[in-house]
């Protein structure tokens, strides 16, 4: 069993930057991507970013410039930074690893945190 907790949510104003962390329970080595997803109220959960073993990056095209993801594999971490936040940028972000391959599609991803509130002001 893999456990993730997010942390780092908050509200902020349009314009603002933000970083979430995603502390994982086994060696991020050991995972082969990890991504970030979102969910909206009333949407369904997307796609926001991802980042390989091997450090690869792929982003959804409504963040692409304005998030950045990265890991930490000496303390199997994955991180979102945010920049230039926008309202519509309101959700809960989850963060998720995909023990074997790489997507970005929300079934591919075999363990999730439980969220964490990302509100932003206009």
């Known amino acids: 069993q893999v456990q993730l907790v997010e942390s780092g949510g908050g509200l902020v104003q349009a314009g603002d930057s933000l970083g979430l962390s995603c502390a994982v329970s086994?060696?991020?080595?050991?995972?082969?991507?990890m991504g970030w997803f979102r969910q909206a109220p009333g949407k369904e959960r997307e796609f926001v970013a991802a980042?390989?073993?091997?450090?690869?990056?792929y982003y959804a095209d409504v963040v692409k410039g304005r998030f950045t993801i990265s890991r930490n594999n000496a303390n199997n971490t994955v991180y979102l930074q945010m920049n230039s936040l926008k309202p519509e940028d309101t959700a809960v972000y989850y963060c998720?690893?995909?023990?074997?391959?790489?997507?970005?599609?929300?079934?591919?991803?075999?363990?999730w945190g439980q969220g964490t509130q990302v509100t932003v002001s206009s």
């Open positions: 980042v390989s073993r091997s450090g690869g990056t």
């Open positions: 086994v060696r991020t080595l050991s995972v082969s991507s």
């Open positions: 998720a690893v995909d023990l074997t391959g790489w997507s970005t599609r929300r079934r591919d991803y075999d363990y």
